[in-house]
């Protein structure tokens, strides 16, 4: 039987994503996140995706709407990261059909309550 070789797997792709998560689990667990989450959802209690067609939901999810992943330069990624007029508060429904662009049609009037 023939020898297949097969190339390792692209350890630069693998470490690159592994650094990428954890810039990101930094920035979701450290303290100012969490109480700039808590703020967001004091000032905003409702999902304003919802609110926008008409329906009454409560928030649990606060969504960035400029990814604080799409810059590689740390200050910018901090001030994306921790401004609180870059965030939104989403039920958990519309914040899962914003990042599935599959499901983008059932915002927000279509989500099943």
Same mark, same amino acid.
């Not at 350890?11 to 650094?19: F, H, P, R, V, W």
């Not at 810039?23 to 100012?32: C, H, K, P």
């Not at 709407?65 to 330069?73: K, V």
């Given at each position: =039987?023939?020898?297949? %070789?097969? !190339?390792?797997?692209?350890?630069? &792709? /693998? $470490?690159? !994503? ?10 979701? !667990? $450290?303290?100012?996140? &969490? ?25 649990? /999810? ?6 604080? =992943?799409?810059? $590689? @330069?740390?200050?910018?990624? /901090?001030?994306?990261? %921790? *401004?609180? *007029? @870059?965030?939104? #508060? ?9 990042? @599935?662009? &599959?499901? &983008?049609?059932? =915002?927000? #009037?279509?989500?099943? %309550?």
């Amino acid at each position: =039987m023939p020898t297949i %070789y097969r !190339s390792p797997k692209n350890t630069n &792709k /693998d $470490s690159y !994503s592994a650094k990428r998560k954890a810039e990101r689990q930094a920035i979701y !667990s $450290s303290t100012t996140w &969490k109480q700039l989450r808590e703020e967001k959802l004091r000032q905003k209690p409702l999902c304003e995706c919802c609110l926008k067609a008409g329906v009454i939901r409560v928030a649990q /999810d606060v969504h960035h709407l400029i990814s604080f =992943m799409s810059t $590689s @330069n740390p200050v910018e990624r /901090d001030r994306l990261a %921790y *401004d609180l *007029d @870059n965030l939104q #508060s989403l039920c958990r429904e519309c914040h899962h059909a914003t990042h @599935n662009p &599959k499901k &983008k049609n059932l =915002m927000p #009037s279509d989500v099943q %309550y």
